[in-house]
């Protein structure tokens, strides 16, 4: 083998050690999201359908807080539910 073939071979195993790289520093960089439902069942799913799924889950605790009368909990809530409609608007504008 020639050095001209060896520099070549280590150019392309140097690129292929890039390209690797870059591809394990974009999934690093990718927040994946778990939800459980009530039968213990697992699931990821992207950063939209979670802020869909915990806008779910705090409207019915809202109203769990509003049927009890706990109106300074439900307020909490409130400002909660209000953020994650902001972030949701958010992605759907990006």
């Known amino acids: 083998m020639t050095n ?4 070549k071979i280590a150019e392309l195993l140097f690129k ?16 994946s999201y778990h939800v459980h439902d009530e039968f ?3 699931s990821k799913i ?8 915990e806008l779910d889950r705090l409207k019915d605790l809202e109203n769990k807080y ?7 909990k439900a307020a909490i809530i409130k400002n909660k539910l209000n ?3 902001i972030k949701i608007n958010k992605l759907n504008n990006d």
């Not at 001209?4 to 520099?7: A, S």
């Not at 390209?19 to 974009?26: I, V």
Request: glycine residues 2%; aromatic residues 12%.
């Open 16 to 31: 292929k050690m890039i390209n690797l790289q870059h591809e394990f520093d974009s999934k690093q960089n990718e927040v």
């Open 46 to 53: 992207d950063k939209l359908s979670f802020f869909h799924y």
């Open 83 to 85: 953020k994650i409609l």
């Open 4 to 7: 001209e073939e060896i520099e």
């Open 40 to 42: 213990g069942n697992s």
């Open 66 to 72: 509003i049927e009890e009368e706990k109106y300074e």
